[in-house]
């Protein structure tokens, strides 16, 4: 078999992943944008995806059909995460083509890089609010700690509370320890 046949059978072309995952356009270059995947061409100038490519989106569908959403999705290849860091998103963003309605594909321009980062902040925003108030929740109702952690605070409330000694002893003590009495 030639290198050329070879290439080919390591090409997979976006309708043949749409028609697998059961997808339509936007939700696959969605994908596509959240894993950073550049998309390769052939000598003819058509898109398709290595096979590593679509190990990846493989794994991203897997984890949607499991949670319902992509943020959150580890790859079980090299563990690499898909979402990228902070200091990456320019290179992640510089790195993503779109294909246009004629079929051409082009670099994302300032509105559209503009979008993926305000998305971020937006997700990174309700992720912290989230924290906040799942933590101010369990504060008032500290009934929803684990057990372990139960007994962190109990015993924290116990070291700043001694029991060995009544209010007016305590008050004593400290009076006389600062010459007030």
Do not use: W
Request: net charge negative.
């Amino acid at each position: 078999m030639s290198k050329a046949n070879s290439d080919r059978n390591n090409q997979t072309r976006p309708d043949e992943l749409m028609n697998k995952y059961n997808i339509k356009k936007d939700a696959y270059y969605g994908r596509i944008k959240f894993l950073g995947i550049q998309v390769k061409k052939d000598s003819d100038r058509k898109v398709y995806l290595t096979d590593e490519q679509v190990e990846l989106m493989d794994e991203l569908h897997s984890h949607i059909e499991e949670t319902g959403k992509m943020e959150g999705f580890v790859s079980e290849n090299k563990g690499s995460l898909a979402v990228r860091e902070s200091g990456e998103i320019e290179e992640a963003a510089e790195s993503i083509e779109l294909e246009n309605s004629d079929g051409k594909s082009s670099e994302p321009n300032e509105e559209q890089f503009a979008a993926l980062v305000r998305s971020s902040a937006e997700f990174a925003a309700g992720m912290e609010i989230a924290k906040f108030t799942i933590a101010k929740q369990m504060q008032d109702n500290p009934d929803l700690l684990p057990d372990d952690l139960k007994e962190q605070v109990e015993a924290a409330k116990a070291s700043c509370s001694p029991k060995s000694q009544s209010p007016t002893a305590y008050a004593n003590q400290f009076l006389k320890q600062y010459n007030l009495a």
